[in-house]
């Protein structure tokens, strides 16, 4: 007599589940799935960020008509950031519409978990600025896109503005740089990278783990205080970050010695303490602390006719809210690009869009357009490279806001793309895949 | 009407002692295994066997392993969610260091590596009960997070610390399809449930619910403490390793320790308290609940196109759900698993209740 409730409440979610799926698939629409976490320890960054997303879809809708007329149908999934969750909502909504144009999962995790699938679905998994660094290499990961940066890519940027303050790449030597991170895959994915740093540059990286999430980092921040490192790089997203600021106070560490990564560098980690908070610098990815027309064209064609997604609107134009945009932009583009090739005007399939993710060409000129010519600077990405360019600028929090301080950086190639080739390959091993030939 | 069991005679203490004594259950339960093994996988969709009954089977699993030792042996546990963590990340590390290890092999090998931790941590039980022995076992939640997080030989010195599965394959078929991940993990929820079944049949079993309704007079009528808890913790901890592979290998296809954290140990306990105490079919039931009730709450607002943004459905969801763990738990105390053979009772002399 084991399973009977099951078998009622199978029978009554595959009536539901039906009834989804069978939602009217019109002939120009184009469904783009939106995994968020609006709740959870992670909701302070989850949120503007869901709401970038969600915003410039909107805007596309509604300035444009959508895609070439296509329009665009979206569903929001909320994730809390657990991995397991974050499958469920992949399963729900990979198969909508015809298929998912593309998941951007805002997290490592869900990531690391929908790879796997997602190459078996054949469905894009767009991570721009996190995700698996090796994944650049699109000959191994055909359906991975770390857009416009990766970990590694923002750690060694890191690395050469330090280098800057010291006066040079020589005068690293000795220093101590510790990293404080998050301690999950998101944290320790520059590992690697400031290790192979270290070991070039002669400094010492010191490591200290918080566990998640993130709200107890005393004995963090004891050891720094032992250990006097000339620089800390804050490797945190959502609670852990102000708590780390405040800590870093109460431990005297100096704020502008405090490098962190994009995630915990959005004016939502830093607005309510202020003064605290002042001189703590971060990295963007390319310039999104910057302002561009998109904003205007935001205000006009959704805020004023009060379809925000964002209740009070207080998070556009932060930096998280700006990184949702770019996001969705690239998306957008991907499709446009598909469409170009196979048919404007068309449903794209997930295939077709993995195409227009591989062959994006976005230029000065294309970004002008778009109102991003400000926030990003040219991107292309081709079969062998999945990120296109990285860039990255340091902006700085002077207590009211944050100001840029940096000019453009880009990531050392020569050290990273031996990195990305030999990781890619061992995970290329360890799947038994064979990589695709890309030609060039 | 049709539930009676009128004019079945047993003639032998064989046929008296069988799991379903009853002709009608034995019927009905055979009906369901083959239609979860045929019609289901037949016409089930994708998204219905990957994201729901894949987890429903798995934690099913899992609340089976922990019943039996919350359940019959009355020995409280949080470190479930540890216990599976080992059997995900052994059978993963048997896979990647001994390549060409059979699959079932490795499921069974974390298993088997589970129940010694579990037989380790074990040991304060036969000093401590009750609330005291579950902060013990939460000892192990913790001690197993920070092994997985930290050292680094258990993840093969993956640099993100999260460690994912090559392409599957079980008996020289392919495991890559939704239907055929569900018929492996079916099979094997089957296999592990007759056998818990039976255990708590068995003599092993009256001596755990001896130990749980009172272990003092348990050892003075001749049972011993010791193996009787130990057994308990080793049988559990099999069971909940072997789910934490399959969660680990079939569900999740790559994991980080936060799959196993604490609150994965809470959500089981849960699972077993609201489905009933000392009951394999409980776990089923308190398993279903608690996956399928916060997937269908999420749909819910979407099936009558509701506006909700996803934060306030997540809210809600969490509110309901809350609010139905209370309702149930004033309901019917005994779990899910009562409430069931409440309705059986009541069945047996439908329509004519007098």
């Known amino acids: 007599m084991k399973r009977s409730t099951l078998k009622l409440a199978a029978a009554s979610l595959a009536a539901a589940g039906a009834l989804g799926a069978a939602l009217p698939a019109a002939a120009a629409e184009q469904f783009i799935p939106l995994l968020a976490y609006r709740t959870g320890s992670f909701a302070p960054l989850g949120i503007p960020w869901a709401d970038g997303k969600m915003d410039y879809l909107k805007l596309v809708n509604e300035r444009d008509g959508g895609i070439n007329g296509v329009q665009i149908v979206y569903e929001e999934c909320e994730t809390a950031y657990a991995t397991d969750r974050g499958v469920e909502c992949y399963e729900r909504l990979k198969t909508r519409g015809g298929g998912a144009s593309g998941f951007d999962t805002q997290s490592t995790g869900i990531t690391f978990a929908v790879t796997d699938k997602a190459m078996q679905d054949k469905i894009s998994v767009e991570t721009m600025g996190y995700g698996l660094s090796q994944s650049v290499d699109g000959s191994v990961f055909e359906w991975n896109f770390p857009l416009l940066g990766t970990y590694w890519t923002a750690a060694d940027v890191m690395i050469q503005d330090i280098a800057k303050q010291e006066g040079g790449m020589d005068k690293l030597k000795g220093k101590k740089i510790a990293l404080i991170y998050h301690d999950s895959p998101y944290g320790k994915e520059p590992i690697p990278l400031l290790q192979k740093r270290a070991g070039k540059n002669g400094f010492e990286l010191l490591l200290y783990p918080v566990t998640a999430p993130g709200v107890e980092q005393k004995s963090t921040w004891l050891q720094v205080r032992q250990s006097r490192p000339d620089y800390v790089l804050l490797w945190s997203a959502g609670i852990m970050t102000p708590t780390a600021i405040r800590e870093a106070q109460a431990t005297g560490y100096p704020r502008d010695k405090i490098y962190a990564i994009w995630w915990a560098g959005s004016e939502g980690d830093v607005k309510d303490l202020g003064a605290v908070a002042k001189g703590y610098k971060a990295i963007t990815i390319h310039n999104s602390a910057a302002h561009g027309k998109v904003y205007d064209d935001l205000k006009k064609h959704v805020y004023d006719k009060g379809q925000g997604t964002g209740k009070s609107g207080d998070s556009v134009g932060t930096i998280a809210h700006t990184r949702g945009m770019m996001i969705s932009m690239l998306q957008v583009e991907a499709i446009r690009a598909a469409q170009e090739k196979y048919g404007k005007g068309k449903t794209m399939t997930p295939e077709q869009v993995r195409w227009g993710f591989e062959n994006l060409n976005l230029t000065q000129e294309r970004l002008d357009q778009l109102g991003f010519g400000e926030i990003m600077r040219p991107v292309k990405t081709s079969c062998a490279n999945h990120m296109g360019d990285d860039w990255a600028r340091i902006v700085q929090w002077d207590g009211a806001k944050f100001q840029v301080v940096s000019d453009w950086y880009q990531s050392d190639k020569s050290l990273l793309d031996p990195m990305v080739r030999e990781a890619a390959a061992k995970y290329a091993k360890d799947k038994n895949l064979t990589p695709r030939k890309c030609e060039g | ?354």
């Open chain 2, 1 to 354: 009407m049709f539930y009676r069991e009128n004019g079945q005679f047993k003639t032998s203490y064989r046929a008296d002692q069988q799991i379903f004594p009853v002709r009608q259950d034995r019927v009905f339960m055979l009906a369901l295994l083959a239609a979860a093994f045929v019609l289901v996988p037949w016409l089930a969709t994708d998204y219905f066997l990957r994201a729901i009954l894949i987890p429903f089977l798995i934690l099913s699993l899992a609340a089976v392993g922990l019943n039996i030792l919350v359940g019959y042996c009355g020995q409280i546990s949080l470190g479930t969610g540890a216990f599976m963590a080992v059997g995900a990340y052994a059978a993963w590390n048997f896979g990647v260091r001994l390549p060409g290890m059979p699959l079932v092999l490795q499921i069974l090998l974390g298993g088997a590596c589970a129940t010694v931790v579990g037989v380790v941590f074990g040991i304060p039980s036969l000093r401590i009960r009750g609330l005291y022995l579950a902060v013990a076992t939460l000892a192990a939640q913790f001690f197993v997070d920070w092994a997985f997080l930290r050292v680094a030989y258990f993840t093969n010195y993956s640099p993100s610390g999260s460690v994912s599965v090559p392409p599957l394959t079980a008996f020289g078929l392919p495991i890559q399809t939704s239907a055929q991940k569900y018929l492996f993990v079916l099979a094997l929820v089957t296999v592990f449930s007759l056998l818990a079944k039976n255990l708590v049949r068995a003599a092993i079993g009256r001596q755990w619910m001896a130990i749980r309704d009172m272990d003092v007079a348990a050892a003075v009528i001749g049972i011993r403490p010791m193996y009787a808890k130990l057994t308990a913790f080793a049988v559990s901890s099999f069971i909940v390793g072997v789910a934490g592979a399959l969660w680990g290998y079939i569900h999740l296809g790559s994991w980080e320790p936060l799959a196993f954290d604490l609150g994965r140990s809470f959500q089981l306990l849960f699972m077993v308290i609201i489905g009933g105490l000392g009951s394999i079919l409980g776990s089923f039931f308190g398993a279903a609940f608690i996956v399928l009730v916060p997937v269908a709450l999420a749909n819910i607002p979407g099936w009558f196109g509701l506006p909700l943004s996803v934060d306030t459905a997540a809210h809600i969801e969490h509110m309901v759900f809350g609010a139905l763990i209370v309702f149930f738990l004033i309901a019917e105390p005994h779990g899910l698993a009562r409430l069931w053979s409440i309705a059986k009772e009541k069945l047996r002399i439908w329509p004519f209740p007098h």
